[in-house]
């Protein structure tokens, strides 16, 4: 017998009635009602009452009331069965792939099967078909884009990708980072896998002492050891975290020796390095693999830069600086009320990681103006680098050294200022930026920051938090070897 409500209205003519409703009042996944905006005429008033509309549509999914199939949902490789009475036409509407399937089955049961971790979230992702909107934990994301994927459901999908994308910095018993750049890389979203290198990249001494740094597969492990964007304290911290990684793991050799052949030797001092050779069980191992790098390494600290030029390519990997937060290589800068005034701060690097340069010091200054004119409007540019200020600027930073030098001949600076922000209830990198000796600025700075909001994403307790790292490039002395 067909169900009908009051007014003897059909249940299907109901509930299109109800869809209907819906479709000009979206729900976002966070819950909060987008109002799509409307013209209306002089002196027209909206009513919305879309929220009582959910709130019918959801208490009939709950209540079972009209409904005119039953999902038998099977877990995958045991006897689970979860069955939800559902309608053909919401779940028509919200799904190509249910109209199809419903179209196909003259039956009132539909019998699905799906593995453990979206059976235990299906009911979830038919509430979201009825209602729009959903509520997700890091643990669930996965399986919800699963869902969304196999049935067709756009919406959730991008949803969820960009809940992914959103929540990289939240804190998981065993880290969820990893995870999701898997995942990621299996269904070839290159968005979310790009985001999640980028996270792993710029905090990885984070990630270095936490346990998803175990979990990482070998391409992922390979991929961040190719990278010149790392963000860590040191080299000797990546290879004693690798060190680690290949005694949980056991890798094949292989693996090993391709990985132990990305560490960047040269930007080990030399003592670490003697001792790494006599200490370090998998350099004892696998010394035979890397023992032409250590021996340029060596060469590296023990003659000068101008002298190893000659016969070696010296802008080759092993020799090029990462982002090392040690303080050889910057210094943090904490700015309290970054949009008062101008502020300025010195620290010292070392010249450069050569054995022959560790121990020179180059003093830098660094300004940063809330409201600064870009360089070629500026009226004068003094050596004591005061700026033409306007409320029409947005803020800049320039780190220049304090004195020149001959040792800089053949020396070129990329200085780069890491951003690190609150998210999650913890320290992260909310930006990089990096710029050259010749520009002394980076023309994007904070570009999209707003700091005059007390709740900027910027800011920490109204401060600015930065970190500026100091990266010699001997790039400058390559010539043709003999």
């Known amino acids: 017998m067909a169900h009908t409500y009051e007014g003897g209205i059909p249940a299907r003519v109901y509930l299109g009635t109800l869809l209907v409703a819906l479709c000009f009042h979206p729900i976002s996944v966070g819950g909060a009602a987008l109002k799509q905006e409307v013209a209306l005429e002089n002196g027209a008033t909206t009513l919305n009452h879309s929220m009582a509309m959910v709130q019918r549509m959801e208490g009939l999914l709950a209540q079972g009331n009209g409904s005119d199939v039953a999902l038998r949902v099977q877990t995958v490789n045991t006897d689970e069965v979860k069955v939800i009475q559902a309608h053909t036409l919401v779940l028509s509407l919200q799904s190509e792939v249910f109209e199809e399937l419903l179209l196909s089955h003259n039956t009132s049961t539909l019998v699905l099967r799906e593995p453990a971790d979206c059976a235990a979230v299906f009911d979830k992702f038919i509430r979201y078909l009825y209602c729009g909107d959903i509520s997700v934990r890091l643990d669930q994301a996965i399986p919800l884009h699963k869902l969304a994927s196999k049935y067709r459901v756009w919406s959730l999908q991008q949803g969820l990708s960009q809940y992914m994308t959103g929540h990289l910095s939240s804190d998981s018993p065993t880290g969820h980072v990893v995870g999701w750049y898997q995942y990621a890389m299996q269904i070839g979203d290159a968005n979310l896998r790009d985001s999640c ?198 803020p800049r930073i320039i780190v220049t050294p304090a004195t020149s030098s001959p040792d800089f001949a053949g020396v070129s600076f990329q200085k780069t200022v890491i951003v690190t922000a609150r998210q999650g209830g913890k320290m992260v990198v909310r930006h990089v930026y990096n710029f050259h000796q010749s520009t002394e600025e980076a023309g994007d700075f904070l570009v999209e920051a707003d700091l005059h909001r007390r709740a900027s994403e910027y800011l920490i307790d109204s401060s600015l938090y930065l970190h500026v790292v100091v990266k010699p490039l001997y790039h400058s002395l390559i010539v043709a070897r003999k």
């Open 197 to 394: 290198l980028q996270y792993l990249s710029w905090n990885l001494s984070s990630v270095l002492q936490s346990g998803e740094w175990g979990s990482i597969s070998d391409d992922l492990l390979l991929s961040l050891m190719q990278r010149s964007d790392l963000i860590l304290q040191s080299e000797l911290e990546l290879y004693e975290a690798l060190e680690a990684w290949i005694g949980q793991n056991q890798p094949a050799g292989l693996t090993v020796e391709n990985a132990l052949r990305q560490v960047r030797y040269g930007m080990i001092p030399p003592q670490h390095l003697f001792r790494l050779q006599k200490q370090s069980p998998v350099m004892l191992k696998y010394y035979e693999s890397i023992r032409d790098l250590l021996f340029l390494a060596f060469q590296f600290h023990s003659a000068s830069p101008v002298q190893l030029a000659k016969y070696f390519d010296v802008n080759c990997s092993i020799f090029t600086p990462r982002n090392y937060l040690s303080p050889s290589w910057g210094s943090p800068w904490v700015i309290n009320n970054p949009t008062r005034d101008d502020r300025s701060f010195s620290f010292q690097t070392q010249l450069g990681p050569s054995g022959s340069d560790a121990s020179k010091r180059v003093t830098w200054n660094g300004l940063f103006s809330p409201r600064w004119l870009p360089l070629s409007v500026r009226s004068a540019y003094t050596n004591e680098m005061q700026a033409t200020r306007t409320d029409a600027g947005r």
